[in-house]
């Protein structure tokens, strides 16, 4: 009981003495934000005009030439590369004229491989590591005679320009490795003989195909002529190209029975077809004792693969876009 009374009075006595120094040491008020004092600035030599005051970023805003952004008010790439801040136009000018003489015949105009073989440098691990030119510079001074690039002796500003245009490429590149936004129109590639294109086709095409039958209007269906290029070209398996054709099958089973329909899949087990009420049937394929003939419209565009020509792929084009 007084060991009880005792240990009462004890906490009693902490809770007092914890409220008493609460009471005592009350937290002091944290002094007010202090606002640092605006500096103006420099005042102006007489009879100068004074510089224009510099505009404060924005957070969230859209950021100009600089670190993280593009240059042309653009929200920053995704990539490294595509974040670093432009060289001065003048030297991108002054480097995109030492990369035509010096660097296009094997790079490419665009930095993607040109007529020589040389690599793609839009992907290359090199320059995507390079910040100023330290990794870019000695390549194009010592050359990599291994691989068949000769040393390039330019002055050292030269060499600083081309690294600035190789990374501007990069810069303004659609992703990492893409090819740089170009206001170009695309290429035409209705470049053949539309009358010598007639001529093959009803050489070739005609026992399958009419231009007034399953061909009437096909350049108004496939407008885009790379398009209509790579569906007649494929037989109508590529992409923006109308339905593809019908593949049947005939399966004779050992009893002699046969089944014809449209053939959807067939392994060394099993031959689906799609009958013409719409149902599947699945056949069991017992050996050698189970025939299976398929009726490929597909098999001619396949054989034609390994004889044509570029030159009557481009002819054959240029007469199909005139088919309205």
Same mark, same amino acid.
């Given at each position: ?20 120094? &609460?009471?005592?040491?009350?937290? =002091?008020?944290?002094? *007010?934000?202090?606002? %640092?004092?605006? /500096?103006? !600035?420099? +005042?102006? @030599? ?19 030439? &600089?670190?993280?952004?593009?240059? =042309?008010?653009?929200? *920053?790439?995704?990539? %490294?590369?595509? /974040?670093? !801040?432009? +060289?001065? @136009? ?235």
């Amino acid at each position: 009981m007084h060991i009880r009374h005792g240990l009462l009075a004890a906490t009693f006595a902490g809770l007092t003495i914890a409220v008493a120094n &609460g009471a005592v040491q009350q937290p =002091r008020p944290a002094p *007010p934000a202090q606002t %640092p004092p605006t /500096q103006a !600035p420099p +005042a102006a @030599p007489p009879g100068q005009t004074p510089p224009p005051e510099s505009p404060q970023p924005q957070p969230g805003g859209t950021q100009g030439p &600089g670190r993280g952004g593009r240059g =042309r008010g653009q929200l *920053p790439g995704v990539f %490294p590369a595509m /974040q670093r !801040p432009l +060289a001065d @136009p003048a030297v991108l000018e002054r480097g995109k004229s030492m990369y035509s003489v010096n660097c296009t015949p094997c790079h490419g105009a665009d930095a993607r491989g040109g007529q020589l073989n040389g690599p793609n440098l839009l992907r290359s691990q090199l320059v995507l590591a390079d910040n100023d030119g330290e990794l870019i510079g000695p390549v194009i001074q010592s050359g990599r005679p291994e691989r068949g690039m000769p040393p390039f002796p330019l002055p050292a500003e030269d060499i600083k320009a081309i690294a600035e245009f190789i990374h501007s490429l990069t810069g303004a590149s659609r992703g990492q490795g893409a090819p740089p936004e170009s206001g170009a129109p695309p290429p035409n590639i209705v470049v053949g003989d539309a009358t010598a294109g007639q001529a093959y086709f009803a050489a070739k095409c005609s026992t399958c195909h009419s231009v007034t039958g399953d061909l009437q209007g096909i350049a108004t269906k496939i407008a885009d002529p790379k398009m209509l290029q790579n569906a007649w070209v494929s037989g109508g398996l590529a992409a923006g190209a109308p339905a593809g054709p019908v593949i049947a099958a005939t399966v004779t089973q050992p009893s002699g029975e046969k089944v014809q329909g449209r053939l959807l899949r067939y392994d060394d087990f099993v031959v689906t077809l799609l009958m013409e009420d719409g149902s599947l049937r699945s056949i069991r394929r017992d050996g050698d004792r189970t025939k299976l003939e398929i009726q490929n419209p597909l098999d001619a565009h396949q054989a034609l693969l390994s004889a044509l020509t570029d030159k009557d792929m481009r002819n054959v084009t240029a007469y199909l876009v005139t088919l309205k």
